[in-house]
């Protein structure tokens, strides 16, 4: 072995008498005994390699890693992970290498350091709650091996209990972390002994008050409760040992923390809460288990509902015991939990125990593969359904083999499919970021779009200042199904464009042959009119149709000449198409007879008439008409607000309506909201151009990203008018469009 320093000095010595003492105490039969031999090595190289490093406190480190070991071995785990924890610090901060290590101890060994070395290098950032999800099973999924984990929370734990030398705001951040990040974890993996040490550790430096408080309440009631436990604890055991069952009782100290929880979660007194005495009962087999309960239900009168039997029902982190509260001596309820010792090192340290009690699980859990299958046998096991589903959803994450989990360059955590490549990193960001994607870096190196993301990598997507679009081999690198979906709908969306701008193309091309005036006829309400005609919503989708060879340009010039022949023989003088072309808008325009809006007067003929500006009515609205004095008739929509107010004097009022056909045009307002883009404005006037309506006055501001446009147009009647605004509404991305109308009607 390359250590150079096999002399220790004797509080090296006295630091390893310690670790072998608690490995000494956690000895059991059942588990395969620690190799000292080695563990002492994993010492002898730690206290080489941090000889001259110094904890914030003063202390010496190894210190530190002998702390780490202790709680593992506390955990009785085995060799490889008592050597682990001694090292887990020498790759990070020391001279020591990865492969020293390996060369030193072993595979096994090195790739625990390795795991913990990893986890040590993420950071977390965000206080959201889903964020500490995500990054929780990143923890667990970057640890291809649980005893990784084990030894991380060991280390915090270690790092939580000697935080005082630490400066006040890390201290804060890593009592948050713990809270959020490492608590949790232990919760999930049923190792409450270091769960309930982290939250209380970590409470006591966030609310340093409220925990003092807390703990002087407990402490005020301590001695009695003691007094109490121990007089109903010796009756206990006394009627236990006449039937031949051999028990250890004991009270049961209730966590700082989670008393705090509960009193601000649920707004309780700490009376309310602290009110039960608790004690528990550990005896040697199942069996002795019932007996037990038989005989506390004999001596004390059970609450009703409170028996519960988690030995036939285990929770979902299996979690065993038996539960009740009976009325105990001097009629206080008295809360009791039956279990065996088993039971108990399983409910104290959860999968840390199955490592304990279960050879077997322990040697597939370093199967070559590093995958935790007993883990997934455990699962199979669960018989809660609703709680092990809730298991299986937390700690799947190896499980999870089907996700990874990375980090953006700000620290966020995002969770994508196993395999997926920066591209698909790229399109979970935003799908521009996708389209505009030329490179990518993860870790701070330049990567090919076709690396395999690794949980705990930080992506950064290299982008193009202009749209570039994707590349079709991209189809082939990306692993989730939305960047797919957005690539290939990227190629259906140019696809469209090139068949529509060829279909414009065409279409003039043919009218030019024909000798038609092009831009015109491309311009004018006839082609909308045969647009229609042949059954398209959109003149978008007409000119694909027309680019894609689904309809024939010929086909759609012969109707536009017929159009023109009905309008000529419609119209008693022969005018030159080009005129004809225009004849809709000439007639557009207001002329200056009185009846020129084409509305009736009931009783008479020849009035003044005029139409409201408030409302602006067009053919088809209901509407009403107001005689003011001196001005004729205004005619409003029937539910203009101001036909209300006028309402109070009912006899200036007279009966209207619509004539028949309307030949004339209406100015109405119409407001169109939308994302504001390149060609957005030409896309709108030629809707309306389509549709042949007259645009009278336009004003478009932009307030980045948005765009507010109102128009001024002539329109001959409502449904016209309707058909726009819907095409108007259809267009990319416009999000609304509306007829304004006084009060926003
Ligand atoms: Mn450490």
Redesign the pocket.
């Known amino acids: 072995m390359a250590v150079e320093r096999a002399e220790l000095t004797a509080a090296e010595r006295r630091l390893l008498g310690d670790l072998f003492a608690i490995v000494e105490e956690h000895s059991h039969e059942a588990a395969v005994a620690v190799d000292r031999q080695r563990v002492e090595e994993a010492f002898v190289y730690a206290c080489a390699h941090h000889a001259d490093q110094r904890r914030k406190s003063g202390e010496d480190f190894i210190i530190?890693?002998v702390g780490?070991a202790k709680i593992c071995a506390g955990m009785r785990l085995d060799t490889e992970t008592l050597c682990a924890s001694l090292l887990?610090?020498t790759v990070e901060d020391t001279s020591a290498s990865l492969e020293e290590v390996n060369e030193a101890f072993g595979e096994e060994i090195a790739g625990l350091v390795d795991g913990v070395t990893k986890l040590?290098g993420l950071t977390f950032q965000s206080r959201d709650e889903a964020q500490a999800e995500n990054y929780r099973k990143m923890m667990v999924a970057m640890a291809t091996d649980i005893r990784v984990i084990l030894i991380k929370l060991a280390?915090r734990l270690?790092?939580m209990r000697t935080i005082g030398a630490m400066p006040k705001q890390k201290q804060i951040d890593k009592a948050r972390e713990t809270i959020d990040i490492y608590a949790p974890i232990a919760h999930r993996l049923g190792i409450h002994a270091i769960k309930w040490e982290l939250e209380d550790l970590a409470f006591q430096t966030l609310h340093p008050r409220k925990y003092a408080e807390i703990k002087a309440l407990v402490a005020q009631q301590r001695a009695e409760r003691e007094r109490y436990v121990n007089q109903a604890g010796e009756y206990l055991a006394k009627e236990l040992d006449e039937l031949g069952i051999d028990a250890e009782i004991s009270g049961r100290a209730k966590h700082f923390y989670s008393i705090y929880s509960k009193m601000t979660k649920k707004s309780r007194e700490f009376n309310e809460i602290y009110d039960l005495t608790a004690m528990r009962v550990i005896v040697g087999s199942v069996k002795d288990c019932y007996g037990a309960v038989g005989v506390i239900h004999s001596l004390w009168k059970p609450l009703p509902g409170r028996f519960k039997d988690f030995i036939a029902m285990p929770k979902f982190n299996m979690y065993q015991s038996l539960h009740t509260t009976v009325i105990g001596p001097e009629g206080r309820p008295l809360e009791i939990q039956i279990r065996t010792r088993e039971m108990h090192d399983l409910a104290e340290f959860g999968i840390a125990a199955h490592w304990m009690y279960k050879e077997s699980a322990a040697r597939d859990a370093t199967d070559s593969d590093g995958k935790l299958k007993w883990l997934r046998s455990l699962l199979d096991w669960q018989q809660d359904m609703a709680d092990s589903r809730e298991f299986i959803e937390t700690l799947k994450v190896d499980l999870f083999e089907d996700e990874v989990f990375v980090f953006t360059p700000k620290g966020e955590v995002k969770s994508l499919a196993a395999g997926a490549t920066p591209l698909d990193f790229a399109y979970e960001i935003h799908t521009d970021v996708g389209h505009r994607c030329v490179g990518a870096k993860v870790n701070g190196k330049i990567v090919p779009l076709s690396y395999q993301l690794r949980s705990g990598d930080i992506v950064e997507v290299l982008t193009s200042k202009r749209e570039r679009g994707p590349s079709r081999d991209w189809l082939a690198l990306v692993k989730t199904t939305r960047a797919r979906n957005k690539i290939k709908a990227w190629f259906k969306a140019e696809s469209r464009r090139d068949s529509e701008h060829s279909g414009r193309e065409l279409l003039q091309d043919h009218l030019r042959k024909q000798g038609l005036p092009a831009q015109k006829v491309v311009g004018s309400a006839l082609l909308a009119d045969v647009i229609r005609e042949m059954g398209f919503r959109k003149a978008d989708d007409f000119y694909i149709a027309l680019g894609g060879a689904k309809i024939s340009p010929k086909v759609v010039v012969n109707k536009i000449m017929q159009h023109l022949k009905q309008g000529e023989a419609a119209d008693a003088e022969p005018t030159a198409a080009d005129d004809l072309l225009q004849t809709r808008r000439r007639r557009a325009r207001p002329t200056t007879s009185s009846s020129r809006y084409g509305i009736m007067v009931e009783g008479i003929d020849e009035v003044m008439l005029r139409l409201a500006k408030c409302c602006r009515p067009v053919p088809g609205d209901p509407i009403v008409g107001y005689i003011s004095l001196g001005r004729g008739i205004t005619i409003h929509r029937e539910d203009c607000p101001n036909v209300a107010v006028l309402k109070r004097d009912p006899d200036r009022f007279t009966p209207v309506s619509w004539e028949g056909d309307a030949e004339t045009s209406f100015r109405v307002e119409i407001q169109v909201d939308g994302w504001d883009r390149h060609r957005l404005l030409e896309d709108m006037s030629r809707t309306f151009a389509e549709s042949g309506i007259n645009i009278v006055e336009a004003r478009c501001t932009v307030n980045h990203p948005m765009v507010k446009n109102r128009f001024v147009v002539e329109v001959g009647d409502t449904r016209a008018l309707d058909q726009t605004i819907t095409r108007l509404r259809n267009i990319d991305s416009v999000f609304d469009a509306y007829r304004v109308t006084p009060g926003g009607g």
């Open positions: 530190h890693p780490v887990h610090d040590t280390d270690h790092n």
